[in-house]
Every structure is written in C-alpha cells, then in structure tokens.
C-alpha cells in the first residue's frame, strides 16, 4: 500500500565544478487509484498497461443498467444522457445511476481517471460518479487519460475540472487515440515521466552499489549533493546506509 506524501525538496548547493545550483524536487509518494469507466474495452486496455507501470488499486465504474448500447440509432442514448447532465449539471438525478461504490477515497492521494469520450464530452456514465465522488477529492493529485477515436479532449478536461473543481491536477493529460493506440505503453511511460509522478512509496533502491537515475546528481535528505551530474553511473558502493534523492525520486541504500 501506498501513503502519498506530496512535498517540494529545494537543494541549494555551495559552489562545485558545475557552478551554485539549486534544485527543486517533486514526490508524490503515495497510494494512488485508478478509477476507469470502459464501455469498448480501450479504457480497459489503457489500465492494464497503465498498472504494469506503476504500483496502484484500480475502480472501475459500471451503469446500474447493463446491455444499453449507447451508440445505437446514431449514439441516440448517449446523446440523451450527456443532454440530461448539460442542462441540469447541479442536480443528481440528471445523472446516469450507477453501481454502488465502497472504495474510500479518503485512503488515496493520486487519482489518476481514466474516461472514454462521447461526443467531446466526458462519457455520461464517468460524470456520474465524479459528480458524486467530486467532493471527496478536494486536495487530491488528479491525472486524466482520455481514450477517443479521434476527437480533441478539451470539453473531456473542462467536464473533469467541473466535477472535480477543487483537485490538484497534473500538467498535463494523456490523449490516446486510435491513430497512437498501438503505442500506448510508450505514451504512458512518457506521460508518467512529464508529470513527474512517482510510483509506489516513491523509494527506490541502489542495488549491487549502482544507481537507476540517468545522469541526475544525487542529494542526502539535508539538500547536500553528494554525487556530481557528471560521475552520476559510477559505482555507489561507498555510499553510507540512508535515503537519497535523485531525479525526483527517493533512493535507499541498505
């Protein structure tokens, strides 16, 4: 399990052969969920790749009514119930109903939503349960993946924001469509790496006296570099037992 702790790290560094630097690192420790709702099975697709990833519990939201084709007679229905949330946003009952949900929100700090689009709209079934579950992520850390087939997510986005006003919503969202669907874990990966997210309890190891950090300088928890940009590859054997900050992300030496 994950406990999420978000906090800022500034390393102010005395003066070396690469001159003053100062640092800023971002960590998002913490457990995350990723809520999905899938009515193709891309959205389905998108989170198990996305889960093979990163370390995170999965919701997957489901209509109380099952078997509706939503596309049918030209996306008749899904029409209808984007129409029915459009003119009375504020209302519950404009809503879809859905199935019950037990998960506690209360235990996450990342909520990453995985939503299909309708119509350039988020579908009517995701809105339903963020109109519900919108309050309960006030402060939390929000990423969006949107799967479409070819349409922009710009009104998906402004849906989100709406539902869920209050979040802290990472800079950017994912778009997966069906001319780069094929590359999804490649767009995942570097969209995980953009927003700087950092999976698990966001430690990672130094194994056999080696780092994973590229070429990123190394940090002890007081914000001194002990590990210059240039001989980051080198081998850390002699590194004492503790936590070390590179690349945004905690490394343990045992």
Not at 126 to 142: C, D, R, T, W
Not at 190 to 206: H, Y
Request: glycine letters at 8%; a neutral charge.
């Amino acid at each position: 399990m994950l406990l999420t702790v978000v906090c800022l790290l500034a390393v102010a560094c005395s003066n070396d052969e690469e001159g003053q630097v100062q640092a800023q690192t971002t960590m998002k420790a913490g457990r995350t969920l990723v809520v999905s709702y899938s009515y193709t099975g891309n959205c389905r697709d998108i989170v198990t790749t996305l889960t093979s990833q990163i370390e995170a519990d999965v919701l997957e939201i489901e209509p109380a009514e099952k078997g509706l084709k939503y596309e049918a007679n030209g996306y008749a229905l899904g029409t209808e119930l984007l129409n029915a949330i459009k003119a009375n946003p504020n209302d519950a009952s404009s809503y879809p109903a859905i199935d019950p949900v037990s998960t506690s929100l209360a235990d996450y700090q990342n909520i990453i939503i995985v939503t299909p689009l309708w119509w350039s709209q988020m579908a009517a079934i995701m809105q339903a349960y963020l109109f519900s579950a919108g309050p309960e992520m006030v402060g939390k850390n929000i990423g969006l993946i949107v799967s479409s087939a070819s349409s922009g997510i710009s009104g998906v986005v402004a849906d989100c924001k709406r539902l869920v006003p209050d979040g802290n919503y990472f800079s950017e969202n994912l778009w997966i469509n069906n001319s780069n669907r094929s590359r999804r874990s490649t767009l995942i990966k570097d969209w995980l790496s953009a927003i700087n997210f950092q999976e698990a309890t966001g430690v990672g190891q130094i194994e056999n006296g080696e780092t994973r950090t590229g070429n990123a300088p190394v940090y002890d928890l007081s914000g001194r570099k002990i590990v210059n940009r240039k001989s980051v590859n080198r081998q850390f054997s002699n590194l004492p037992k503790g936590i070390y900050i590179a690349n945004g992300r905690k490394l343990l030496q045992k």
